[in-house]
C-alpha cells in the first residue's frame, strides 16, 4: 500500500500546525496589551507624567519578555509590532530625559523591531516639538528637533531594506517630510521671536 507512510506523518504534521497555531493565537491575544501599555506610556510622556509613562513601560516589558518565551521560529514575527511599539516609548522616554537612547541590545529586541520604532519615535518628537513651541520653550524644542533630525539622518539609509524591514522606506518618506515640516516651523518661530525682541527695544 503505497500511503503507508502517510497517515503517521499528515498526524504528526497536523499536531505540531496546531501547537503553532495556538500559540499564534495566544501572541496574537496576549501581545495587545503590550501595544495598549506603550501606548498610554507614550499619552503619559507628552502629558509630561514620566512617571506613568515609565510604569506602564516597566509592565510592557514585563510582559514582553514574557510572551517572547512563545515566540520561537516563524512565530518571531508576531512579537515586531509589540516590540516595535516598546522601543518607541522607552526612546521617547530617553529623550525627554536627556539620556542616551538605549541599544537594541538593551532593550532585548529584534533589529526589525528596533529600526521600526525608532522611525516611529520620530513621527513622536514632531507632536513633542510642536507642543514644546505651543508654550514657547524655543529652546527646549530646538533641542527635541536636534534629536529627531538626528535620528533621521541615522535611519534613512534603512530604505534599502525595505524587503527585509517591512514599511521601512514608507516611515522614511513619511519621517523627511516630517522634519522639513518641523524645520520650518523652528525657523518660522526662531523669526518671530527675534522680531518681538526688536520690537520691544524700539517700545523703549
Known amino acids: 500500500m503505497t500511503l503507508k507512510n502517510v497517515k503517521p506523518s499528515l498526524n504528526k504534521i497536523s499536531k505540531t ?5 495556538d500559540s499564534r493565537e495566544f501572541l496574537l491575544k496576549n501581545t495587545r496589551e503590550i501595544i495598549v501599555l506603550c501606548s498610554r ?4 510622556i507628552h502629558k509630561n507624567d514620566t512617571k ?5 513601560l516597566k509592565k510592557a516589558e514585563s510582559l514582553l519578555k514574557k510572551y517572547k518565551k512563545k ?15 516598546f522601543v518607541e516609548a522607552a526612546c521617547l522616554i530617553a529623550i525627554v530625559e536627556k539620556k542616551e537612547i538605549p541599544s ?26 510642536f507642543d514644546k513651541i505651543r508654550i514657547g520653550e ?8 536636534e534629536v529627531m533630525e538626528n535620528l533621521y539622518l541615522q535611519l534613512y539609509t534603512f530604505s534599502m531594506y525595505d524587503k527585509v524591514v517591512k514599511e521601512a522606506r514608507r516611515k522614511i518618506d513619511v519621517n523627511r517630510i516630517l522634519v522639513d515640516d518641523v524645520r520650518s516651523a523652528i525657523t518660522e518661530e526662531k523669526r518671530r521671536t527675534e522680531l518681538i525682541k526688536t520690537l520691544k527695544k524700539f517700545e523703549k
Do not use: H, W
Not at 17 to 21: A, D, F, Y
Not at 75 to 80: G, S, W
Not at 106 to 127: A, F, T, W
Open 17 to 21: 500546525l496546531g501547537n503553532v497555531q
Open 71 to 85: 515566540a520561537t521560529g516563524d512565530l518571531r514575527r508576531y512579537i515586531i509590532t509589540p516590540e516595535q511599539e
Open 138 to 145: 524655543i529652546e527646549e524644542a530646538t533641542r527635541v528637533f
Open 104 to 129: 537594541d541590545k538593551k532593550l532585548g529586541v529584534m533589529p526589525e523591531s528596533y529600526v521600526l520604532g525608532l522611525l516611529d519615535c520620530i513621527g513622536e518628537l514632531k507632536r513633542m516639538v
Open 41 to 44: 506610556s507614550i499619552i503619559a
Open 52 to 56: 506613568t509613562g515609565k510604569n506602564n
